[in-house]
């Protein structure tokens, strides 16, 4: 049987400065921290070697955050050196692999970027999250735009040809003036590539506690119309800059689109190494330990056992886990979670959907053996008559535009009509089979409007 | 044992208003008697259901039996029968009341005389006991003893000038209660060696006994072995054991004989075979005549109790059989809703009684209910001359077969300090009341009374009397009788489907308001859903309000990569567990609690 491929993820769970509402696995730490961060990393991949998934082809690496760019650029290089090692990575293959960093705006300069280049990063994305200063400070970004554009300058003149940006819309304070205006100064610089997040309030960060209260002296919040006009802007512009939408959140010039977060939403394999990392590999998600300390500690020992060698039985009950699935032992406190197929079929449908390609009925076969509507027939079909999802086949770009409601208000006198509800959904069902077969290609997508209520759609398929 | 002089029995109960302190005094008078050790005690020992100890009222009379060694050297066996305050719970009282000889009516000490006092001492009286007060709260700065016992004597009209002075709270002067229960409340009489006759005053059902009956044995004597005769069901037992009440246990002793009050199992498998106010006789030696039981009480208010999981219908049915046994004011027949499934339509002696069934019904048996608008029950006459007891909306007939309709009326008492009476008419005018009259029952309280029909009084009647008197009034009411009124069936349709479980009778000229309330806040519980909602509120097919949820318009999870999957998935569950609470009609999922919210269609004014 053929070996899927594999991708890469690293964690580095150090930034300057915790954002106000981050959720992430982060925090600020000390240089002597860094290192014996770098060291562990360095042991777990290490610890690969040999192993089955070593064997397997790499497809793409990223390294996100925290902020991967607070370490030393030698650290990064160095982490890329040991991958290249253990997964047996031609230098032929290592210069076609999509290797992506994280980034933030003032803990780069233009050296460093160089070195990143040659440590083999070919992909960059950088928070800007916003334009504006006065809403970046409410964020608790320890940049401002100017810090920005000077890292974004050293980026291109090192040589980075694909680069993204994140943003981030519904932040206090935010109007759809700012946010506009904040678009237009990402478009001017011509990212190949641009992250539009809305910004979520996430149960355990200071932005919390802040807006339970009210918080309006923090900056108001955008209120969920102005949240959605905003998600339209977003799309309309940057429609017209050239760059397509091809998931909820991302936008991409074509063929720039990044091939590493596909594998998240396609649930091919990837290992996950450092820190709370996360993993998917045959069936299974795993989860790396999330105390740094443990984490740490672990592998400080797993390297003194090594170089000791006392503990040769341990190690070889280790190595049996090792060689098929990451690092797994009760010392080191992965958790995982054998996916049923009930499981898979729900996250193939909410992380399919979640691209602009939809999901398709063949690919939903030739993974379960079963087919879509048997499946999920009910949901599909009264989603398809609320207008939220669409058929549409691989000439026809359905999703893309909004052929289906171009009214912007459409939403607000969405209805279902019960008299005509039944008749309405046999014949989505009638069409789809006339007009596709079982044959025919076709793909099953969300409409504009169904991109903005695409939880509330989620929750169906679970 | 012994055999028990009888002349040392002292079988009584505390009444008194609610927060008067009774319980806590039933606490005190345990702990001196030396039933529980200091730690034992647990506050309010008497109130042993979660729930009472949480609320702070008893819902449930309980019984105990302790020892007292008086001043005149003697030992006294003092069974000592709590009951509850509540005007919901009369029965209760009443069943109570009939096991006792005699009753200390706690008064406090600041408040004086209220609605309820009265109404438990009237109860007391009824029964001939023997009733001696008791000032309680003494250490309150506002106390006022002296004026507290004036009323008492005029008001009541029962001795009070000796009335003990006490701090149940604080301990103070409850020796003194004591030997006057040994003084003033007199020794149970019967004949033991005559044919038994013990009246059922309270059961409950063990999974290992079986059914205990609670018993006050008015004449003969009983014993392990002996076979009892149920005189009102005819069921027939061999006793298994008998036996007196500890503090939260059950202590099994030789015989109960004429006078005492304790229990009986006998291996009674069907638990509507014990009926509470059923007289209990040897099947050999039977009595002549059963005792006088209690007068059967009627519901006054009634709801559609359903299993939020229809699968569980069983289960309610057993619980309601086992709740019904120690609460015979619940009554309960089978029902279908085309909403709600299968369920019950359940009938409550008031609001109060309704949640705490509800909240025994979710608690102790674990049941997740979904419950309907209370209504109480209409007469209902038919042009065909027939009368139908309408106590389910949904089977109203046709408007053009009504003749007319009654609805039940009561006379209400609100005792309230002389500064809440202009709002409190205002109140009682607003819910269609007559006044009747008013008495000042001192210089700054007065009594009003009303009649009012019983509809209006059991939704949000109390709360509102709360909070325009800012706590201070207090409200008593019995059924008068029936009387013509106009009245009307309001539908709920959501997204144009009829919910029947929603409908309700209203007095046709507030049905509009209603409406217009039911439909605001049908819109505030039912979440916003992928599509537009309109709720309308409906006469006779003629809508008279509306409201309309718009459609969802955003949610969105912004991020969703590698380490976000798993977390992301379960946000995504919660929210379909959610969504698996609510029950679907047609298209619309509607959340449980909003069948429950034309309760609290309150006007905050």
């Given amino acids: ?462 | 044992m012994s055999t028990i002089d009888q002349s040392k029995i002292r079988n009584f109960c505390i009444v008194a208003h609610i927060d008067h302190g009774k319980s806590t005094l039933a606490d005190r008078i345990i702990e001196m008697t030396g039933l529980l050790t200091e730690r034992e005690m647990q506050a309010q020992v008497l109130d042993n259901m979660d729930l009472e100890r949480e609320r702070g009222i008893t819902i449930k009379a309980q019984t105990v039996r302790t020892v007292y060694k008086a001043k005149d050297g003697e030992e006294y066996i003092f069974n000592l029968i709590d009951t509850p305050g509540h005007v919901d719970f009369n029965y209760e009282v009443s069943r109570s009341l009939a096991a006792c000889d005699g009753a200390i009516l706690v008064v406090d000490a600041a408040q004086g005389i209220e609605a309820q006092t009265l109404a438990n001492v009237y109860l007391a009286l009824d029964h001939n006991l023997d009733v001696f007060p008791v000032i309680n709260k003494i250490d309150l700065p506002s106390a006022d003893p002296e004026r507290v016992k004036e009323e008492i004597e005029d008001v009541i009209g029962i001795e009070a000038h000796d009335a003990p002075l006490i701090s149940a709270k604080n301990g103070i002067g409850i020796e003194d209660v004591l030997e006057a229960v040994v003084q003033k409340i007199p020794a149970p009489t019967g004949d033991p060696n005559a044919p038994l006759a013990a009246l059922i005053f309270d059961s409950v059902y063990d999974s290992y006994k079986g059914v205990i009956v609670f018993c006050r044995i008015k004449e003969g004597c009983v014993k392990r072995g002996t076979q009892i005769l149920m005189m009102a069901t005819g069921a027939k037992a061999d006793v298994v054991e008998v036996g007196y009440f500890g503090a939260g246990q059950f202590i099994p002793c030789e015989e109960l004989s004429a006078g005492m009050v304790g229990y009986i199992t006998a291996s009674i498998k069907n638990v509507r075979d014990t009926m509470v106010g059923d007289t209990v006789t040897d099947a050999q030696n039977p009595c002549s005549e059963p005792l006088p039981g209690y007068k059967k009480v009627n519901s006054m208010v009634y709801c559609g109790m359903y299993p939020a999981d229809g699968a569980k219908y069983p289960e309610l049915r057993d619980a309601l059989e086992k709740l019904q046994l120690n609460d015979a004011a619940l009554h309960y027949e089978p029902e279908t809703s085309i909403a709600l499934g299968f369920g019950f339509r359940c009938g409550f002696l008031g609001l109060l009684h309704l949640e705490i069934i509800q909240e025994r019904l979710e608690r102790e048996y674990n049941l997740d209910l979904v419950t309907t608008a209370p209504g109480v029950v209409y007469k209902v006459y038919k042009t065909n001359g027939e009368m139908i007891e309408l106590t389910n909306p949904s089977n109203l007939p046709d408007f053009s077969e009504i003749d007319h309709m009654e609805e039940p009326i009561v006379s209400a008492e609100i005792m309230v300090t002389t500064e809440f009476i202009g709002s409190i008419m205002e109140l009682c005018q607003e819910r269609r009341g007559v006044y009747l009259g008013m008495e000042y029952m001192e210089e700054t309280r007065a009594l009003i009374k009303y009649d009012l029909p019983l509809n209006e009084i059991i939704y949000d009647f109390f709360d509102a009397l709360k909070s325009r008197s800012r706590g201070y009034a207090s409200f008593d009411y019995e059924l008068k009788g029936y009387q013509t009124a106009e009245l009307v069936k309001l539908d709920i349709l959501v997204n144009r489907e009829e919910v029947d479980a929603l409908s309700f009778i209203v007095h046709k000229d507030s049905a509009y308001e209603r409406g217009r309330k039911m439909c605001e806040k049908l819109k505030e519980e039912i979440p916003r859903h992928l599509f537009e909602i309109p709720i309308q509120a409906a006469v006779g097919g003629k809508i008279v309000a509306r409201e309309t949820i718009k459609a969802m318009r955003k949610d969105v999870l912004a991020k969703c990569y590698g380490g976000d999957i798993t977390r992301k998935k379960k946000l995504l569950e919660k929210q379909k567990e959610g969504k698996k609470r609510m029950r679907q009609i047609g298209n619309v999922e509607i959340p449980q609690k909003a069948f429950m919210s034309v309760l609290k269609l309150d006007d905050k004014k």
């Fill in chain 1, 1 to 462: 049987m053929e070996q899927k491929d594999l991708s890469l993820y690293l964690h580095i769970p150090f930034c300057a400065k915790k954002c106000a509402y981050c959720d992430f696995l982060s925090a600020s730490a000390d240089k002597i921290t860094y290192d014996l961060y770098i060291q562990s990393l360095l042991g777990e991949i290490d610890a690969y070697r040999g192993s089955a998934l070593s064997q397997r082809k790499v497809k793409t690496i990223f390294i996100g955050g925290g902020t991967p760019s607070i370490l030393p650029a030698e650290a990064i290089a160095k982490l890329l050196q040991k991958i290249k090692s253990v997964f047996h990575i031609s230098d032929k293959d290592w210069g076609t692999i999509e290797i992506s960093m994280e980034m933030n705006p003032g803990t780069v300069t233009y050296e460093k970027c160089l070195q990143y280049r040659d440590g083999g990063i070919n992909r960059i994305s950088i928070g800007l999250q916003s334009a504006c200063d006065e809403e970046l400070k409410l964020l608790g970004r320890i940049h401002d735009y100017q810090t920005f554009l000077d890292t974004f300058q050293s980026v291109r003149k090192a040589g980075f040809e694909n680069v993204n940006v994140d943003l981030m819309a519904a932040l206090p304070g935010q109007t759809i003036h700012s946010y506009t205006e904040s678009l237009q100064k990402v478009i001017a610089l011509s990212p190949e590539h641009i992250s539009a997040y809305s910004l979520i309030i996430e149960e355990g960060t200071p932005f919390f506690e802040r807006y339970r209260e009210g918080g309006e002296a923090f900056g108001e919040l955008p209120d969920e119309e102005t949240e959605r006009r905003m998600y339209r802007i977003t799309q309309e512009m940057l429609a017209g800059a050239g760059y397509g939408r091809y998931e909820i959140s991302n936008y991409a010039r074509k063929g720039r689109e990044c091939l590493h977060n596909e594998v998240y939403w396609r649930r091919g394999d990837y290992l996950g190494l450092g820190l709370g990392a996360s993993s998917l590999i045959d069936h299974i998600r795993y989860k790396n330990e999330e105390n740094l300390a443990q984490y740490l500690s672990y592998w400080k020992e797993r390297q003194q056992e090594k170089l000791q060698d006392t503990s040769r039985r341990k190690n070889s009950e280790r190595s049996c886990h090792s060689h098929i699935v990451p690092i797994y032992d009760e010392y080191y406190q992965t958790e995982l979670c054998k996916l049923t197929a009930e499981d898979e079929m729900a996250e193939f449908m909410f992380l399919g959907l979640r691209m602009m390609e939809g999901v398709s009925p063949q690919e939903f076969f030739a993974c379960f053996g079963k087919d879509l509507m048997d499946v999920y027939g009910n949901q599909i079909e009264k989603h398809l008559s609320l207008g939220l999802l669409a058929w549409k086949d691989d000439e026809t770009e359905v999703c893309h535009t909004d052929a289906y409601h171009t009214d912007a208000q459409s939403a607000n006198t969405r209805q279902v009509d019960i008299q005509h509800t039944d008749s309405r959904q046999i014949n989505a069902r009638q069409s789809y089979r006339k007009e596709n077969g079982y044959q025919q290609e076709g793909r099953l997508c969300l409409t504009p409007d169904g991109i903005d209520v695409s939880n509330a759609i989620f929750v169906d398929f679970l």
